[in-house]
Structure formats: structure tokens, C-alpha cells
């Protein structure tokens, strides 16, 4: 119970960290390397979603022979279709982008950049869930290894993502202890997505393959909805590219070596 614990808080103690260092950068970050650390974030959810989840979901469905992809592909759209709601009910601001999403609102600035990277965060949490779900479950052949994997990928690549989130905010006129408590709150999200999905999927173990693959889905469409065009911005957007391929690999390393 501790080691799960510990893991459900990894990724938020990754974003804590990562807002803590407004108090020790003075300007707002770099686009440049911005623009990487977002492709460095792609990368891993990417990778995360392939062999965290879909090939774990795949696997878990084999017994149904030639149509054991059901489950990964129904799961997969869900997780779309559940980010895509989520996308159009909640009023959001992405960074650099001069319009919100959603419905109108009188939300101000940094409210809507908050709420963008809650819903960012959501379907981080419900991964990270859904394996320890798994992992207590002990029908699932979810490993602790490969939970804590997937909680130290997404925790690395918070890290940039509070300092994104509260480096802007300081830059805007606000004291570093409240853009520093503005980033932690939008990573504490994660932790209550994963404790949430932990206590539904508790209660529906047998559709473990299709909430593996649904989160992969959520995860999947914040990466090609909001990452991949943040990191692909402007110019000299090589290094999204760049640092999407390493942050994909280091991803995939820790799931083999842990898993």
C-alpha cells in the first residue's frame, strides 16, 4: 500500500518541483527550450501510451484470439471521445494562444492556462490508476515495476510542465509564492484522477483492458492536440522533434527495465 501510495504521488511531486523554480529564475522561460521540454513531454506520453498501456491492454485480451484488438480499440475511442468533452465543456487557455477553447467565459488569463493544464493532467492520473488498479487487482499481470515505471516517465515530465505553468504567471505580475502554489495545484489533479479510477476500476476488474487502452486514448489526444502543435511552433521547431524522440526513449527504457 505505501510503495502505491508513493506512486500515485510521484508525478505530482514532479510538477511541485517543477513550479518551485520560479523562485530561482528570474525571466520567463525560453521558447526555445519551451518548445523542447513540450516535446520532451510528448514523447513520453506517447511512449507511455504504447507500452504502459496498449500493449498491456492487448495482452490482457488475448484469449478472445483474432478479435482481442475489441478492447484496446473500444477503450482507445472512449478515451478520445472523454478528452474531446472535456476539451469543448471546460473553458481553456493554451499557452501563446491569443483565443480560449470552450465555451465563453469570464475566466481570467491565468484561470483558463490552469484549467488548460488540468485537463492536461487528468488523463495522466487515470493512467497511473489504472495500472496500480491492475497491480492490486493480481489478475492482471500488472507489475509494481511497470506502475512505477509509468509514475516516474509522467513525473519527469511534469518537472518542465510546472515550470512552464508557473514561470508565465510570475512573469505576469503575480508573487512567486503564488505562481509556485499555482503550479503545484495544477499538477494535484493527478493524484485525484488515479485515486479515483483506482476506487472505480476496483469494481470492474474484468474491463481492465478496455480503462488501459481508454487512458492511452486521453493521453493520445492531449499529445496530438496540444503538445505536439506547441512544440512544432514557430521557428526552429527541430528540437521538439528532437527531444520528442528522446523523451520517447527514455520512457520506453524505464518501462523494459522496471517492467
Known sequence: MIEMIIGILIPFIGTSLGAFCVFFIKTEMNKTIRRALTGFAAGVMTAASVWSLIIPSLEQSAGLGKFSFIPAAVGFWLGILFLLILDKSIPHLHLDAETAEGPKSRFSK???????????NIPEGMAVGVLYAGYLSHSANITAGVAMALSLGIAIQNFPEGAIISMPLYAEGKTKMISFADGVLSGAVEPVAAVITILLAGFIIP???????????????VVVEELIPEMSAGEHSNIGVIL???????MMILDVALG
Not at 491565468?110 to 492536461?120: D, F, G, K, P, Q
Not at 474491463?207 to 489526444?221: N, Q, R, W
Not at 520528442?244 to 527514455?250: A, D, E, P, Y
Open 110 to 120: 491565468t484561470t483558463m492556462l490552469l484549467l488548460a493544464v488540468t485537463l492536461h
Open 207 to 221: 474491463a481492465m483492458p478496455y480503462l488501459l487502452s481508454f487512458a492511452a486514448g486521453a493521453m493520445v489526444y
Open 244 to 250: 520528442f524522440s528522446l523523451g520517447f526513449t527514455v
